[in-house]
Nanobody, 115 residues
């Protein structure tokens, strides 16, 4: 069974940075994508960033140039480096692992950007 655990959320001021981590445990396919989603109050969950098993990355337009997704294969960790944070980045951030025929989610970590 795959488990995902996020960490690193918190309260920051606009313009500051945070790094989220997602620790994956268990055995899963060598073909996968790892993704960060976020959900703000009253809004739908949205895809923020994706990284494939081959290391290809993709970002939502709203975070391009500010966020960077990466992974450490040896440690089964995924990261989301968030710079120049804005109040509209406030949301619960979720780690997701997609493999053929399965989808796994973490419990989420709150990020609040406020002065």
């Amino acid at each position: 069974q795959v488990q995902l655990v996020e960490s690193g959320g918190g309260l920051v001021q606009p313009g500051e940075s945070l790094r989220l981590s997602c620790a994956a445990s268990g055995t899963f396919s060598s073909i996968y994508s790892m993704r960060w989603f976020r959900q703000a109050p009253g809004k739908q969950r949205e895809l923020v960033a994706t990284i494939t098993n081959g290391g290809r990355t993709n970002y939502a337009n709203s975070v391009k140039g500010r966020f960077a997704i990466s992974k450490d294969n040896a440690k089964n960790l995924m990261y989301l480096q968030m710079n120049s944070l804005k109040p509209e980045d406030t949301a619960v951030y979720y780690c997701n692992l997609w493999v053929p025929n399965a989808d796994y989610w973490g419990q989420g970590t709150q990020v609040t950007v406020s002065s």
